[in-house]
């Protein structure tokens, strides 16, 4: 059952990813590949915040991918398929981290920065567009909120790349990450602090500042 007490009938009317799994649950191959292709890129581009090397990126993508159809016959929804899948890449990439924790990590180039369309970091980053200039600015501040990132330390990138790249609330990502809501205010709010320090020397170099997210949910 939901948080919210909803039946799995009735998450399954709301959430058409749900009654894609459900197919999947009863052996459609079609519906499963047309789940990969919706959470492909956006699978890859989280693991690839969190873990720092795109080819490991895609293969953690694929073990989730991998993992949803081992787990297809015992499938009931009790959230969003979202929430569970990124559970699900939650877990691994945890177990990735933590398996490499002494190991060197290799920072890459801005530009290879994942499949979420180019420059993932940018969207972080206010949206200027009065010339190259600005556009150039944009690109090395999106390169710093990339390397301010990976400063963070494994939860709260995870909170953060979430809440920015997955658009989810507070509730969604305590599901995720299996925190309260409470603790994931805190996540966030700490994280927030961590970038803004890490990104101080830049943000008022042209008078402007990052803006703050707002207070959601």
Known sequence: MSATGETSTQL?????????????????????????????????????????????????????????????KKYRPRS??????????????????????????????????????????????????SGPMQRLQKQELAALVRQALEGLNERQRMAVVLNKFEDMNYAEIAEVMGLTTKAVKSLLSRARMNLRSALSSYIYMDGESIPEDEEEN
């Open 80 to 129: 969003k398929f979202s929430t569970w899948l990124f559970t699900i890449a939650n877990n691994l990439a945890l177990n990735a981290l933590r398996s490499r924790q002494r190991k060197p990590v290799v920072s890459l180039p801005a530009q290879d920065s994942g499949p979420l369309g180019p420059r993932p970091a940018e969207q972080m980053v206010p949206d200027r567009r």
């Open 12 to 72: 399954a009317l709301r959430d058409p990813d749900i009654r894609l799994m459900l197919r999947v649950r009863d052996d459609d191959a079609a519906a499963f590949a047309q789940l990969v292709e919706l959470y492909q890129h956006r699978l890859v581009a989280v693991m690839h915040h969190l873990v720092g090397h795109a080819d490991e990126a895609e293969d953690l993508a694929q073990e989730v991918f991998l993992r949803v159809y081992r787990a297809r």
